[in-house]
């Protein structure tokens, strides 16, 4: 009979015949009162009533960790739609976008949605919770999965089972519900204890708490600028009935693709061009400050803009933050060592400020340099002034604080915030995180120009969002404008270029969990050539081919 070694983080380890399930070893695990939500089976994270029926080395994903939080939401997620389909039968309920530590759904009642409507789903979701109900997973076979979702009015994910056509289909069960998501869920729903709903605009918001702190919500943040953003490229992918991975396969398939091309960068075009005409409405500014997280586009974007600004009869000059950092003996270091090269002590703020001063004075002044490689400013005899017409442009990650440009009066700034919002689904019940598509961006350009490998840009993923979260996410309310950097065609034609990459990351990688995760989720998209993709798109940014130089 078949035995298998399984392996525990402290060495240790049992033996089993044929296989065993997590669930039954879990006390092996030095969990220090905190909650096991599922264990990474050689790196590849698996609820804990997957079968382990090879040798393996297993440890715990805790509740308060990235991946845990993940499946904490995605589990809530389920518990929501369960509790809908059994209060509101035969009714569509659509998630949508993050918004302070929640997502946006909506419910399609066929009348407005009450505060008793959110009230009753919150109350069946706790009962569920409440007896600790068992979310079983299991594998049907191609055909039965395509007459459950028509049976459970799951238009979208059927209609994906078009175009993504497995011979059998995981499945996630709830009492009398069932449902697919693409990763694992908690093994029962007791552990869901901390969540709320909370009633927005024309739906709600289901809350969860923050990353590392699985006990309690955070006080909710609005964002209203951001929200709109969204709203409004919802009702643009309505108009053009592309909202979900499975409609743009569809359109893919009907080869149809290059007139959505068109119309997604030409889209885009026209929101730089709004901008530019905002900025002219500002008379008195002088300097334009474009922020947002990384491998949102703001090099690309920077040039485009710059391009409307000429058209209307701007001569835009641009500064580069990165020219003014101190010298790496001045540079700040994080809670590990390592120099902090993201935090705003990091830069020469009293030069900056200095020379921004002089140039709307009508001053000449020097601009700095800055030697990555032997970490020191120095200058090289760069020089810049300011004429009637010109207007500067800086982007950088600090570009909507004020403490980036305290001497710089406010009716001199013109702030900017981007980010790559897609209005996508995967389908009804599972969104596609902003976060994700960034990150495929960066493992795209990392490779291509940095040499990097996808374990090395996963590696080193959180790291970047922490900062984001510090130093980014908290004033995007400040921006005078915002703008969506996403184009709805541009997974499938990164999938083309991030597929390779993510396959080379090996089972004894602690990467591996998150480029599965992200294969899977690739996985879902049919796609589009590079040839494709005009030369001045944001996507050139990534995969190269732009016509702007960088």
């Given at each position: 009979m078949k035995k298998i070694k399984i392996t525990f983080p402290d060495n240790s380890f049992i033996e089993a015949e044929n296989e065993i399930r997590p669930i039954l070893f879990l006390e092996k695990f030095n969990a220090q009162n905190k909650k096991i939500v599922a264990v990474k089976v050689n790196n590849e994270i698996c609820s804990l009533d997957s079968p382990v029926n090879i040798t393996s080395s297993i440890e715990p994903v805790f509740s308060d960790s990235k991946d845990g939080s993940s499946i904490y939401r995605r589990s809530l997620c389920f518990v929501l739609a369960a509790a809908a389909h059994k209060i509101f039968p035969g009714k569509r309920l659509l998630v949508g976008h993050s918004l302070g530590y929640g997502y946006y759904y909506t419910l399609e009642l066929g009348t407005p949605l009450t505060k008793e409507n959110i009230l009753k789903l919150k109350n069946e979701m706790e009962q569920i919770i409440k007896y600790d109900k068992i979310i079983e997973t299991d594998?049907?076979?191609?055909?039965?999965?395509?007459?459950?979702?028509?049976?459970?009015?799951?238009?979208?994910?059927?209609?994906?089972?078009?175009?993504?056509?497995?011979?059998?289909?995981q499945i996630n069960r709830l009492e009398g519900?069932?449902?697919?998501?693409?990763?694992?869920?908690?093994?029962?729903?007791?552990?869901?204890?901390?969540?709320?709903?909370?009633?927005?605009?024309?739906?709600?918001?289901?809350?969860?708490?923050k990353k590392g702190h699985p006990e309690k919500?955070?006080?909710?943040?609005?964002?209203?600028?951001?929200?709109?953003?969204?709203?409004?490229?919802?009702?643009?992918?309505?108009?053009?009935?592309?909202?979900?991975?499975?409609s743009l396969n569809q359109l893919i398939h009907d080869r149809k693709?290059?007139?959505?091309?068109?119309?997604?960068?030409?889209?885009?075009t026209k929101r730089i061009s709004t901008i530019a005409d905002e900025i002219l409405k500002k008379k008195s500014a002088r300097i334009v400050l474009i922020a947002g997280p990384s491998s949102s586009g703001k090099t690309t974007t920077s040039k485009k803009l710059a391009l409307q600004l000429e058209a209307i009869g701007y001569k835009p000059k641009v500064i580069s933050l990165d020219s003014y950092y101190l010298g790496r003996a001045q540079t700040?270091?994080?809670?590990?060592?390592?120099?902090?090269?993201?935090?705003?002590?990091?830069?020469?703020?009293?030069?900056?400020?200095?020379?921004?001063?002089?140039?709307?004075?009508?001053?000449?002044?020097?601009?700095?340099?800055?030697?990555?490689?032997?970490?020191?400013?120095?200058?090289?005899?760069?020089?810049?002034?300011?004429?009637?017409?010109?207007?500067?442009?800086?982007?950088?990650?600090?570009g909507l604080n004020d403490k980036l440009t305290p001497l710089v009066?406010?009716?001199?700034?013109?702030?900017?915030?981007?980010?790559?919002l897609t209005q996508l689904n995967l389908d009804d019940h599972n969104r596609i995180s902003t976060?994700?598509?960034?990150?495929?961006?960066?493992?795209?350009?990392?490779?291509?120009?940095?040499?990097?490998?996808?374990?090395?840009?996963?590696?080193?993923?959180?790291?970047?969002?922490?900062?984001?979260?510090?130093?980014?996410?908290?004033?995007?309310?400040?921006?005078?404008?915002?703008?969506?950097?996403?184009?709805?065609?541009?997974?499938?034609?990164?999938?083309?270029?991030?597929?390779?990459?993510?396959?080379?990351?090996?089972?004894?990688?602690?990467?591996?969990?998150?480029?599965?995760?992200?294969?899977?989720?690739?996985?879902?998209?049919?796609?589009?050539?590079?040839?494709?993709?005009?030369?001045?798109?944001?996507?050139?940014?990534?995969?190269?081919?732009?016509a702007f130089k960088y």
């Open positions: 594998f049907i076979s191609y055909s039965e999965a395509c007459s459950l979702f028509e049976e459970l009015g799951l238009t979208e994910t059927r209609k994906q089972l078009n175009y993504r056509c497995p011979s059998r289909v519900f069932s449902d697919l998501y693409f990763g694992p869920l908690v093994g029962t729903t007791g552990i869901l204890n901390v969540f709320d709903l909370l009633p927005y605009s024309d739906g709600f918001l289901l809350r969860f708490p919500l955070t006080e909710f943040v609005d964002q209203p600028k951001l929200f709109e953003i969204y709203k409004s490229y919802k009702l643009w992918g309505k108009r053009l009935n592309v909202t979900s991975a499975a693709e290059s007139e959505f091309i068109d119309i997604t960068e030409t889209l885009q700040p270091k994080d809670e590990n060592g390592n120099y902090d090269y993201e935090c705003l002590e990091a830069l020469n703020i009293e030069l900056l400020n200095q020379n921004l001063v002089d140039l709307f004075a009508g001053k000449q002044i020097k601009l700095p340099s800055y030697d990555f490689h032997a970490g020191v400013s120095y200058f090289k005899g760069g020089t810049m002034t300011l004429e009637e017409s010109d207007i500067l442009i800086m982007e950088g990650i600090h009066p406010a009716d001199k700034k013109f702030k900017i915030y981007i980010s790559a976060s994700d598509n960034r990150l495929i961006r960066r493992i795209v350009r990392d490779s291509r120009y940095r040499g990097k490998s996808a374990a090395d840009t996963i590696a080193m993923w959180e790291s970047v969002q922490k900062g984001e979260q510090l130093h980014i996410f908290p004033f995007q309310n400040n921006a005078d404008a915002m703008l969506n950097t996403a184009l709805d065609y541009e997974l499938p034609v990164l999938k083309v270029y991030a597929e390779p990459l993510l396959r080379c990351v090996s089972p004894l990688q602690k990467e591996y969990a998150e480029a599965n995760r992200l294969l899977q989720f690739l996985n879902c998209f049919s796609t589009i050539p590079a040839t494709s993709v005009p030369t001045q798109s944001i996507i050139r940014e990534f995969i190269g081919g732009s």
